[in-house]
């Protein structure tokens, strides 16, 4: 079935978007919640954050961008679940199909979803002051990290909706993802924390990533970060995927 593998994922990417389509308010819902943390965060806690030169709102942006993919990763897990559990993968299974393309499709729909509430964040935070003096090629490797991101969090994301019980337990799974950019230097720097609280924040992947897109946005050399940065996009995205798809095999013999 490999021949078959881009066709048939064209084809059920189709069907997931159309599903996308039909109910906006899930990337609507999905981009309320960053948007929120961004005004709270740059029009009450702002002034008071010692973040260095330049606008709060320029700082906080890249943070933000990796919560809304956070957030947006919880409705491809609830997506597979409701397909497992309505039978939909056994009559997949039952058609002349690529197997690994039901996978794919779901995370190729997540990646589309996300970009479109990462333009939505970022034209919010344009009306609030953010600017940058990026050229075109920032921009693009802003967008490739941003993506990359995605795909990591999105085969973590494919783990809980092949595997949980109920939607409680599919959607839990993407709280510690949300509340990991809190200890980072998405929102403030790490060299404000306290001892222990700091070494996790310098040593966990949101800083090292957020970092990098700051760097982007502001035009200034990235260093040995954006290497840290790939590394841990790398790393998950191969650990989660090599697991997503065993899990999956599993459930499918």
């Known amino acids: 079935m490999t021949k078959y593998f881009f066709g048939d994922t064209a084809v059920l990417l189709r069907r997931s978007l159309r599903h996308i389509a039909r109910s906006p308010d899930t990337i609507i819902t ?3 919640m960053p948007i929120a943390f961004l005004l709270l965060f740059v029009y009450v806690f702002g002034g008071a954050v010692k973040h260095g030169s330049g606008s709060y709102v320029t700082y ?6 990796l919560i809304t993919i956070a957030s947006g990763i919880s409705y491809t897990a609830y997506r597979l679940f409701l397909d497992m ?4 993968f056994e009559r997949f ?13 779901h995370v190729l729909t997540s990646l589309v979803a996300n970009l479109i509430s990462l333009a939505v964040v970022v034209g919010v935070a344009l009306l609030m002051g953010f ?4 050229g075109v090629l920032a921009w693009l ?11 990591a969090l999105t085969w973590i994301a494919v783990i809980p909706g092949l595997s949980a019980k109920s939607a409680d337990g599919v959607g839990a799974f993407s709280y510690p993802l949300i509340l990991l950019p809190f200890i980072s230097s998405a929102f403030v720097p ?6 222990a609280v700091r070494a996790f924040a310098e040593h966990q992947p949101v800083t090292s990533i957020a970092n990098t897109i700051r760097d982007l946005f502001n035009q200034r050399p990235v260093g040995s970060g954006i290497w840290i ?6 790393g998950i995205a191969v650990v989660a995927y090599s697991f997503a798809m065993a899990i999956y095999r599993r459930r499918i013999s």
């Open 85 to 88: 559990k309505g039978g939909i």
């Open 60 to 65: 906080l942006l890249p943070g933000i961008l």
């Open 141 to 151: 490797a802003i967008a490739g990290i941003l993506i990359l991101f995605t795909l």
């Open 30 to 32: 999905t981009a309320i």
């Open 93 to 105: 299974q039952s058609m002349p199909i690529a197997r690994s393309s039901v996978l794919w499709s």
């Open 131 to 134: 600017r940058s003096g990026a």
């Open 229 to 234: 940065a790939l590394a841990w996009m790398v």
């Open 190 to 195: 790490t060299h404000t924390m306290p001892g």
